[in-house]
């Protein structure tokens, strides 16, 4: 056992630790002006909110400065690790002020779309595209206000403007989003807004950053590289929202941290029938490939103003936990709702039911380590590990972890058994808490693998997750100080 094994027993005290978040399906909560303050934030992490999500689509630097600050003091005085997670707006494309806030449009009317600066009415409405005229093409279709107004576009004028004639009316008001699901858009992933934000979001170190209406594999790149140059550690969700993201999804998956299935802009860009089985089948190949997927959007949105869900929210929720994803997401209900915290109550209460009762644990026959990759030979390890553990009906799945690539295989698999994770990179432990089923602790010593396996359960023993008689699942490697990639099991009965 390492001699200075007492620095890692004092923080919290057991009960803390065993008494709450044990979904093991994580929960994203977006804050915003309903639940911006400490002790908000902190009813919120009581009630099982595992990841912050910071929407840079609103509010200032100055705002999200001071929330960052109330969760890393939660983090230091509470038993969690809450992760956070910055979301950049993305080219997002929108009308101008309209007259009034108000323009009842009819099928038939003729619309002109400018790049010209005005205050919208039937003659002229202002949209924040520079190059709306040159990327569509005479017959695509627009949608305004997530899909609820239809415009076809009818002519492209030499000065720019464009000539559209609505298909589906309704009344337009101000700052409203556009999506073109027909035109593949020339803004960069990367707008000036989110460069200005990315260079906040590390300077703040947050744990996560959501890259918006990803593309291709090019856009995460240029993202990667823009961290590699600030040596930042931030690690990179890429939104799908766009159909040219699902021709490219592969790719994008490999080179990406972890995925939001984000169907509100889906849905608007695509039939809305094909969004289940899209969300299906991107929770799949991620899960295939060791990284965090998150389904997002309206999962309860009916609690933003009422104090129970409606029958189909309840099982969007669990559909998506039978699914396998590794969280799923709150927005407009946490961040503008009447009932924050009874929102993630809620979401708690539908993931522990699906889990305890319903849920398939062990992945393991669909996902077998595959000869031809790179790290089959450290995958092979994680693999056995869970059938072992559950061969023996072990109490604790236990991975040690540099890069956090253990981590994310060994949930991938979905264990019965609890899983938790030791790591000597303080931002991984804040950053698993968006992973499946995963408890993560910081843990630096670098002695022999012997006294590191009798650390961790000491650890895991003093807080309550383990108890004299218990039988629990090692992984590592050996030797310690070359920092290989997991290369040994270790099965342990607990004193």
Request: charged share 25%; proline share 3%.
């Amino acid at each position: 056992m390492s001699k200075n094994i007492d620095r890692y027993l004092n923080k919290h005290t057991s009960q803390a630790f065993t008494s709450r978040h044990t979904h093991r399906t994580k929960i994203v909560a977006t804050v915003g002006p309903a639940c911006d303050t400490y002790d908000k934030l902190l009813e919120l992490v009581y009630a099982g909110v595992n990841v912050f999500r910071l929407n840079f689509s609103h509010g200032s630097h100055e705002d999200k400065a001071k929330i960052i600050e109330h969760i890393r003091a939660i983090n230091e005085i509470e038993p969690y690790n809450v992760s956070i997670l910055a979301d950049l707006q993305g080219p997002k494309l929108r009308v101008g002020e309209i007259e009034n806030n108000a323009l009842d449009l009819q099928i038939g009317d003729i619309l002109t779309f400018s790049n010209e600066k005005c205050v919208g009415t039937k003659e002229k409405i202002y949209v924040s595209y520079p190059n709306l005229a040159g990327d569509v093409r005479v017959g695509n279709i627009i949608m305004i206000d997530d899909g609820k107004i239809e415009v076809r576009v009818v002519d492209i004028l030499k000065n720019g403007d464009v000539k559209v004639q609505v298909t589906l009316g309704g009344i337009l008001s101000s700052k409203k989003g556009l999506n073109l699901p027909d035109t593949k858009i020339s803004l960069p992933a990367l707008t000036e807004k989110d460069l200005i934000d990315l260079e906040f979001i590390i300077e703040q170190k947050c744990d996560w950053v959501a890259l918006s209406f990803v593309r291709s594999v090019k856009d995460i790149v240029i993202l990667r590289s823009k961290l590699a140059e600030r040596k930042s550690k931030t690690k990179i969700i890429a939104k799908i929202e766009k159909p040219e993201a699902l021709t490219n999804i592969r790719d994008i998956i490999i080179e990406s941290d972890g995925i939001m299935v984000a169907r509100g802009d889906l849905g608007v860009e695509l039939a809305v029938e094909k969004i289940p089985l899209i969300q299906k089948e991107l929770i799949r190949k991620c899960i295939h490939r060791g990284k965090p997927v998150i389904v997002a959007t309206q999962m309860m949105e009916s609690m933003i103003e009422r104090v129970k869900p409606n029958r189909s929210e309840i099982t969007d929720v669990a559909n998506a936990v039978l699914e396998g994803a590794d969280a799923v997401m709150l927005s407009g209900e946490t961040a503008a709702g009447n009932h924050p915290a009874l929102v993630v109550q809620t979401m708690v209460k539908i993931i522990k039911e699906i889990e305890e009762k319903e849920y398939r644990y062990n992945r393991e026959d669909d996902l077998k380590p595959q000869t031809h990759s790179p790290s089959f030979l450290s995958d092979a390890i994680c693999y056995n590990a869970c059938k072992l553990s559950a061969d023996v009906d072990s109490k604790g799945l236990i991975g040690m972890t540099q890069s956090g690539y253990t981590a994310f295989v060994l949930s991938s698999y979905r264990p019965k058994a609890p899983l938790f994770i030791f790591t000597k990179e303080q931002t991984l432990v804040n950053q698993l808490s968006l992973s499946w089923g995963v408890k993560a602790f910081h843990y630096n010593e670098e002695i022999s693998v012997d006294d590191m396996v009798t650390d961790q359960i000491t650890i895991l023993k003093e807080r309550g997750f383990l108890h004299s008689g218990d039988v629990v699942v090692n992984t590592g490697s050996t030797p310690v100080h070359l920092h290989l990639p997991t290369n040994m099991i270790k099965l342990t009965k607990v004193e």
